[in-house]
């Protein structure tokens, strides 16, 4: 994944919409981004949506 597209996904999501907590593990790959917070919420992002 494009590196500028992953500081964005971290600026959208730098704080859980659920909980309000920060995130608290990520991975990025080749096509996608996946962002976790403790409380269970998670979401994968794909390049090919942004
Ligand atoms: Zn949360």
């Known amino acids: 994944m494009r590196a ?3 500081i ?4 959208k ?7 309000g907590k920060d995130i608290v593990k990520y991975e990025v790959k080749d096509d996608t981004c ?3 917070c403790e409380c269970g919420w998670e979401i ?3 390049e ?3």
């Open 4 to 6: 500028t597209l992953v």
């Open 8 to 11: 964005k996904l971290f600026r």
């Open 13 to 19: 999501y730098s704080k859980c919409p659920d909980c």
């Open 34 to 36: 996946n962002l976790w």
């Open 44 to 46: 994968e992002c794909n």
């Open 48 to 50: 090919k949506d942004y």
